[in-house]
């Protein structure tokens, strides 16, 4: 048997609201996102004897990053590093950057 769903209005009534607003979430906190960043990843790097990168990245640039930001990308790479392939802060941003361009999330 299906669970009963209660609709917006349903919540919206049972928690008092006298209004209701939609709300627009930023892709990268979608729920997933970094699992399925992580996920590629660890399919995709591959090792040639260096350090392991993903082969269809051929174009290098150097990037600027706030204190706060790197340090929580080195945060997620160390976690995302146990137990197997290592994933370095500048691999989890970049494979970010390809997911919001494939999802048209650019500049307008």
Known sequence: ?????????????????????GLTIPFYYAPGLFKKVREHLKERLA???????VADWRV????????????????????WSKGGTTIS???????IVEEAVSRGHTAA
């Open 60 to 79: 290098v640039r150097k990037t600027r990053y706030s204190e706060k930001t790197w340090k929580a990308l080195q945060r997620l790479a160390v976690d």
């Open 89 to 95: 802060p500048a691999q989890i941003a970049a494979r």
């Open 47 to 53: 090792s040639g004897g260096g350090r392991p990168g």
């Open 1 to 21: 048997m299906p669970k009963p769903r209660m609709t917006r209005a349903a919540v919206g009534r049972a928690l008092g609201a006298q209004r209701r607003e």
